[in-house]
């Protein structure tokens, strides 16, 4: 079911320019009227200016139109069932809610599947600045 979604983030993890860690990194997002955003890491040689796969996929799926995130496949080719970096939790629960599924993957497949509630509990939500 979830497959396609995988098969994105497989094939932007393929795009990854990540020549400082080594370490590819794929994400792929699925919106409620079934759009795919996918993304990959991309370092730099100052380090602290490189970014997730996960931000690179929300850059893709804001400039697509936006609207509501419903899935969320994350792969590495070094690390089965990769989480997304705290960071990346905190983007993502922007635009995704608590029931948002996410898939943990290796190579060949999806290996787990959480929430963004199970992974994000108590985030830093809007209500606190209004
Ligand atoms: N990385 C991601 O792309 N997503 C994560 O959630 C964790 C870390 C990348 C950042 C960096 O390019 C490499 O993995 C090693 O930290």
Redesign the pocket.
């Known amino acids: 079911m979830a497959r396609d979604l995988f098969e994105a983030a497989r094939a932007a993890m393929a795009k990854?320019h990540?020549p400082?860690?080594q370490?590819?990194?794929g994400?792929a997002l699925r919106t409620d009227d079934g759009r795919i955003y996918a993304g990959?890491?991309?370092?730099v040689i100052s380090y602290p200016e490189?970014?997730?796969?996960?931000?690179?996929a929300l850059s893709q799926f804001v400039m697509g139109g936006g609207g509501h995130i419903t899935e969320i496949a994350?792969i590495?080719e070094k690390k089965a069932a990769?989480?997304?970096?705290g960071g990346?939790r905190q983007r993502l629960a922007e635009f995704a809610g608590p029931d948002t599924r996410l898939h943990l993957c290796d190579t060949g497949g999806i290996v787990e599947t959480t929430t963004l509630a199970d992974l994000f509990p108590r985030g830093f939500e809007a209500e606190v600045l209004k």
């Open positions: 990854s990540s400082y860690s370490f590819p990194v994400a990959c890491n991309i370092e490189g970014w997730c796969a996960e931000t690179t994350v590495a990769v989480t997304p970096c990346c």
